[in-house]
């Protein structure tokens, strides 16, 4: 079996090899993100369709030194700027949350649309909808939905700290690196207008701890990851030492209970 390895060294490619042998789910998603960023989106739809038929079980039969080792080799695809969540991260948020029909995730401050690229594309039956600002960014992702038909993905230009800017009600919301600490707050709170009619779900990738604390001090509660502890003295959220450093442990979901 034969790979395009010309992101990576050649060190990493021996390595990758071995991990694409075994995780034929690592390299459809791997061809699916070099299609992407080369701009075959036919192509890319067609294996992206392959790839949603798929299941993800095998990540779990994987050791922590591999998925590490496969969790660099993801980073790896970043590119500069062009891809900001890695794959191997929204194929673990595909895992664990069940998109039912009828759906909404917004991602707040979508910039090259990653998120709502990839799970629009695995999650036909749910809507997704970005946020950002960057008139660039907003054609490139216009472009990207339509060229790979993806009906149920939107993307709207929008200063997120803007006096009149309401958060649209939603199932989830993704926050990756958004916006500065007032205006996050801002959004929070409107965020938990919303949960007088329906459980909240807020989705939160990396570690930086300033979002998370905004969250918990709002009354949202952590749902799946309990490998961060609040430092107050550096006021961070820090990984407790038996974390592992790939990306499901860089993934945390918030609960906000109906209040009513």
Request: hydrophobic share 40%.
């Amino acid at each position: 079996m034969s790979f395009p390895l010309k992101a990576f060294s050649a060190p990493q490619a021996k390595e990758c090899t071995v991990l694409f042998s075994a995780l034929s789910l690592t390299e459809t998603g791997f061809q699916f993100v070099l299609k992407l960023i080369s701009g075959e989106y036919v192509q890319a739809k067609k294996i992206i369709s392959k790839y949603r038929k798929q299941t993800i079980n095998e990540v779990d039969e994987l050791g922590p030194s591999e998925k590490d080792t496969l969790e660099r080799h993801w980073s790896a695809l970043y590119l500069g700027d062009i891809i900001n969540t890695p794959l191997s991260a929204l194929v673990t948020l595909n895992k664990l949350i069940p998109f039912k029909p009828g759906d909404r995730l917004i991602d707040i401050g979508s910039g090259h649309g990653h998120p709502i690229l990839v799970l629009g594309a695995l999650n036909h039956q749910a809507e997704f909808l970005g946020y950002e600002i960057v008139e660039a960014k907003v054609q490139e992702i216009s472009n990207n939905v339509q060229s790979m038909g993806l009906d149920n993905v939107n993307i709207k230009r929008q200063d997120l700290s803007a006096a009149d800017f309401k958060i649209p009600e939603a199932d989830y919301y993704f926050i990756y690196n958004p916006v500065n600490f007032d205006t996050l707050e801002n959004i929070i709170l409107q965020i938990k207008v919303h949960s007088s009619k329906k459980s909240i779900k807020v989705i939160v990738f990396g570690k930086d701890g300033w979002d998370k604390y905004i969250l918990e001090k709002h009354g949202f509660i952590i749902t799946n990851n309990r490998d961060y502890v609040w430092d107050q003295e550096r006021r961070n959220f820090i990984p407790t030492p038996e974390s592992l450093p790939f990306a499901e442990n860089e993934l945390s979901i918030f609960e906000l209970p109906q209040t009513n």
